[in-house]
């Protein structure tokens, strides 16, 4: 069976990204993580880890080559929230040390709508539908 999964690639920060996720996220949890041996830069950091996001797998992984792009919001990870105030706290939590690309506020398509960059660069969409 042919399947399709997100993937997530970070410059060192993989490890520190899923904790943060984990630990912000309702039904979120550190699935596997397997490792980038040997002592070289990349020794210790992620080499393929499945995280589940909100009950819904994603691989993630630290890049062994060092490179010129990062994320982008064109691609984010859109989260439906049941109550305000559980809205409220993911936004906050997630954007802080990021950055808001829209402040929660009802833009006519949702009851309450945000969007943001976490920490590590990350999109995300914070709807109250």
């Known amino acids: 069976m042919t399947t399709a999964t997100p993937f997530l690639m970070f410059q060192g920060q993989a490890q520190a990204a899923m904790d943060f996720y984990a630990a912000t996220l309702p039904n979120t949890q ?3 993580v397997e490792r980038h041996g040997g002592t070289t830069a990349t020794g210790g950091t992620v080499k393929l880890a499945r995280l589940s996001v909100c009950g819904r797998e994603f691989l993630v992984s630290d890049s062994p080559v060092r490179h010129a792009f990062d994320f982008t919001p064109a691609c984010s990870i859109f989260v ?5 105030d559980e809205q409220q706290r993911l936004f906050d939590a997630l954007a802080d040390g990021g950055g808001v690309l829209m402040p929660l506020n009802d833009y006519g398509f949702s ?3 945000g ?3 976490d920490r590590f ?3 995300w969409q914070i709807n109250l539908p």
């Open 115 to 117: 969007w943001l960059a």
């Open 111 to 113: 009851q309450r709508f």
């Open 80 to 84: 439906d929230c049941t109550t305000p």
């Open 121 to 123: 660069g990350v999109s």
């Open 30 to 32: 550190v699935v596997s």
